[in-house]
C-alpha cells in the first residue's frame, strides 16, 4: 500500500487579524510572551503525576455540547484533577458549559473556572494555554485543530483532540508533524475517534485480524442519519458570527459532512483493512438542504476507495430528514464476513459469533486511558491514524466536490487551503458550492 503521510517528524478582532499561518505563527509568539513552556525537550513526567497525588489541571477549548461532554469524562476520569480554565469563540457557549457541568453533582468540587480563567474570542485557545494547565481538550470545529494542537504541543500539555483533525491537506502535514513532536516530548495525544475506544469494537476487530473471516476484500461504511441543529441569524450578527455559529454548514470550518461525522466509520474501515487506499472516486451533492443557510456543503456523499492489493471500501453517507437511518461497517472475507457497528458486533464464517459483553462507555474509556497514560509516564499518542483518517475523509471530498478520481498522493499534496483570509468579527469566506464536472481540484 502506497503510504506518503510519514512525514518529518464574542470578542472583537480586529480589521487587520492574521492569515492562518501568521495567526499559528503568531500564537506561538504569545506563547513565548505569556511564559508558556515552548521547550523542545522532551517533558517529564513528575512523580507526584505518576503516582496520582498531585492535581492535573485541565482546560477546555470549545464549550458546545462535545466539549462539555468531554470535560465531564475527563472531570470522571482520574480522582485528582481540575478543571480550571475554559475558552469559547462565544460567551453564551462558554456559559452553559459552565452552568451544566458545574450541576453535575460527581464533578461539581472538581470545578474552579473562575471569571479571570474564561476567555472568549478567536484567541481564547491561548489564554487557556496560559492558565498553567496540564491537560487541554480541543474541541472547537475542526478547522481550528491544527493551530489549537500546535500550539498547545509547543505549550508542553497534553491533548485530547476531537475528531476529525482537519479540513484541509495542508491542516494534516501540520497535525503529523505536532503529534511528532509530541512523541519527542512525551506528551499524549489521544483521539476523538471513539469507536476504537469501544470494548466490543476492539474484540471483533481483532478477531478479524486474526483471521477470523480470512482475508479481506470488502469493507461497506454506512452513515445515514437525519437532520441536525441550525442558528437563525440574528441583526446583530456579521457574516462571520453567522458563519462561526452554524460551522457545520460551511466546509472551510467543518469539513463537510464526510469529513466531520462519516469519519468515525471511514476510520473503521481503515481499521479493518489495515491500511489507507491509493485512489477514490465517487459523487455526492445537495438534494434537500439547497436553501443559503445550509452553507456550502452537501447532504450526501457515495465514495469507493480502492487499495493496492484491489481491496474496496465503499463509503456511504446522507443526512436527510424521514429517511432510513442506519449507521453501520460490515467486511467481507475470503472466508466469512462480519457486521462491525454499535448496534450488533458479529461474525460469521460457518458458525455465528456474537459479542455480547456489556463494555463501558467509550468516551469515557478515551479519557480514563489519556490520563491513565499520563499517569503512568506512558503518555498515548494516536496521531498517525486520526490524521490519515482525517485525509480519508478529505480524499473522498475532493472526489464528490470534483467529480474526478482522487488518488492518496494527490490528496495529501493538496495545495488547497481553506483558511478565512482573517479571523475577525467581520465577512466571512465567500460561500462557493461545489460542481462536480467544474470544480477542480487544487
Known sequence: MTDNLNVPSSATASPSSPSRRQFMEQSLTTAAATGLAISTAPAVVSAAYASGSDVLKVGLIGCGGRGSGAARQALQADQNVKLVAMGDAFDDR????????????????????????????????????????????????????????????????????EKPVAVDAPGIHSVLETCAEAKRKNLSVVSGLCLRYDGGFRETVARLHNNAIGEIHTVVANDYRGSIWEKPRQDDWTDMHFQMRNWYYYTWLSGDFNVEQHVHYLDVGAWLLQGYPVKAIGLGGRQVRT???????????????????????????????????????????????????????????????????????????????LFAGIRSGNPLNNGEYMAKSTLLAI????????????????????????????????????????????????
Open 94 to 161: 462558554l456559559q452553559l458549559s459552565l452552568k451544566v457541568l458545574s450541576k453535575a453533582k460527581e464533578i461539581s468540587e472538581k470545578i474552579d473556572v473562575p471569571k479571570e480563567r474564561q476567555f472568549v474570542g478567536f484567541d481564547a485557545y491561548e489564554k487557556v494555554l496560559a492558565s498553567d494547565v496540564d491537560v487541554v481538550l480541543l474541541t472547537t470545529p475542526p478547522h481550528f485543530r491544527p493551530m489549537h494542537l500546535k500550539a498547545a504541543i509547543a505549550a508542553g500539555k497534553h491533548v485530547f483532540a
Open 395 to 442: 480524499m473522498g471530498r475532493m472526489a464528490s466536490y470534483t467529480g474526478q478520481e482522487i488518488t492518496w498522493e494527490q490528496a495529501f499534496n493538496s495545495k488547497l487551503d481553506l483558511s478565512p483570509e482573517n479571523y475577525a468579527w467581520g465577512p466571512a469566506p465567500k460561500v462557493e458550492i461545489a460542481i462536480p464536472g467544474i470544480t477542480k481540484f487544487v
Open 291 to 369: 436553501a443559503a443557510k445550509y452553507g456550502n456543503i452537501y447532504d450526501h456523499h457515495s465514495i469507493v476507495y480502492e487499495y493496492e492489493n484491489g481491496a474496496r471500501l465503499f463509503s456511504n453517507c446522507r443526512q436527510q430528514s424521514g429517511c432510513k437511518n442506519n449507521m453501520s461497517c460490515f467486511a467481507e472475507g475470503t472466508k466469512g464476513r462480519a457486521e462491525v457497528s454499535e448496534r450488533r458486533m458479529q461474525i460469521e464464517n460457518g458458525e455465528t459469533w456474537k459479542f455480547k459483553e456489556k463494555v463501558k462507555n467509550m468516551y469515557q474509556v478515551e479519557h480514563d486511558e
